[in-house]
């Protein structure tokens, strides 16, 4: 839904049930656990490492499916 649809119950957005206040802004980025201080506390970015294997298996796959278009034409 964009911000230009009606609610699928026929209200404008923005205009239904407020949710309730917790005092923390809805940033979209998913909260774990609250620290003791009440400070929302956000998932880890990835290692480098599982970032690096995430590339090479793209560069992988790449290299795959160049090598069996040039193998099978």
Same mark, same amino acid.
């Given at each position: 839904?964009? @911000?230009?649809? &009606? ?17 923390? &802004? ?13 400070? &929302?506390?956000?998932?880890?970015? &990835?290692? #480098? ?12 796959? @790449?290299? #795959? ?9």
């Amino acid at each position: 839904m964009t @911000a230009h649809e &009606p609610a699928h119950d026929g209200t404008a957005p923005g205009t239904g049930p407020a949710a309730p206040d917790t005092g923390v &802004p809805d940033t979209g980025v998913p909260v774990t656990r609250a620290t003791a201080d009440d400070q &929302p506390r956000y998932e880890p970015p &990835p290692s #480098v490492g599982k970032l690096f294997f995430w590339v090479l298996l793209f560069v992988l796959a @790449a290299v #795959v499916v160049v090598a069996g278009g040039v193998y099978f034409t």
